[in-house]
């Protein structure tokens, strides 16, 4: 049996538009989705912003009905038996809310383990294992208010294992941390799946998905549009390398000349402090610096680089690669 089950899943928003003349209109989030998460398996879902992700997390945790479609978890139907799946799933939805500032976070856990219903005498060395666990011993009596970014999203990784549930959410965990705390989240999620725990994670680091998940589904305009493992989904393009040409100033003006240059395939640009680095897909690898570099003319240049493909660059390829 699969830990997650989900058959031609969909959910439709309707919304009212207009100021004198209302009326309603009718918004796909998720359109007809079908996918499985193996028991211990921790699978990623991928997609800019907007393609479904956490409507899709919405639904599994039971806090939205499906317009259409069928999920399972752990066998029981999101739909006709939310109270089966409650106890037994956690999630985590990117950001800081959910915690009580003023509180320690000993005194966080010991009252979401009162709600959880947890056993008072399995709280009692419970919430010591999982402060342990996520890295805040020694830090459990500070108020939560004190805390770093990291530090309170880790504790919510804490609070919702206080039950401990088979089956995790983890919806953009690491979104808005520096790179030390989301290292440090990384290695927790990395530690639950070791643990045999059922893991779906949303995320928009392709980096972040490569290193942690089994399998990936790719979604984009609430259909999901690949399904497989990190290397499967890297083989996409395997028939291409990649420029990268770091600028100096604004490249954007200069867009469009790459593009139009032959065998270019996609053109992204990563900006990284006062710079840019153009990254130009195409088959003909090192064949075509010299074309980029003429249509960059006039931009003040760094290192130029060639290298194989990565996830991201299949992502960019299936969400919005095209010329």
Not at 168 to 180: C, K
Request: glycine share 8%.
């Amino acid at each position: 049996m699969s830990a997650v089950e989900v058959t031609h899943l969909r959910r439709v928003y309707k919304i009212t538009v207009g100021v004198v003349r209302r009326s309603a209109k009718e918004v796909v989030a998720v359109d007809d989705i079908s996918f499985d998460v193996h028991p211990g398996e921790l699978f990623g879902l991928l997609g800019p912003n907007g393609a479904g992700k956490t409507t899709t997390v919405k639904m599994l945790t039971t806090l939205l009905l499906p317009t259409a479609g069928s999920a399972r978890i752990l066998g029981y139907d999101v739909t006709h038996q939310p109270e089966r799946i409650r106890p037994r799933i956690g999630f985590i939805f990117g950001g800081e809310r959910g915690l009580y500032w003023r509180l320690s976070a000993t005194d966080n856990l010991r009252y979401f383990a009162s709600l959880y219903h947890v056993d008072p005498e399995v709280s009692r060395s419970r919430i010591p294992f999982l402060l342990e666990m996520v890295g805040l011993t020694g830090r459990e009596k500070e108020k939560v208010e004190g805390y770093s970014r990291g530090m309170k999203q880790r504790l919510h990784v804490a609070r919702t294992l206080l039950h401990d549930p088979e089956v995790l959410f983890l919806d953009e965990p690491t979104i808005g941390l520096d790179p030390v705390g989301a290292r440090e989240l990384r290695h927790v999620v990395q530690n639950l799946q070791l643990e045999g725990k059922t893991i779906l994670l949303t995320t928009h680091y392709m980096f972040e998905a490569d290193a942690l998940c089994q399998r990936i589904a790719v979604i984009n305009h609430g259909r999901i549009i690949a399904l497989d493992t990190p290397e499967g989904l890297k083989r996409l393009v395997s028939d291409l390398s990649v420029v990268e040409v770091e600028v100096f100033g604004s490249a954007e003006t200069v867009v469009d000349r790459v593009r139009a240059l032959p065998t270019v395939e996609a053109v992204n640009i990563e900006t990284l402090d006062q710079r840019q680095v153009l990254q130009v897909q195409s088959p003909q690898g090192s064949e075509i610096v010299p074309g980029i570099l003429n249509a960059l003319a006039g931009i003040r240049m760094g290192r130029v680089a060639v290298r194989e493909p990565t996830l991201e660059d299949a992502y960019v390829r299936l969400v919005g690669g095209d010329k």
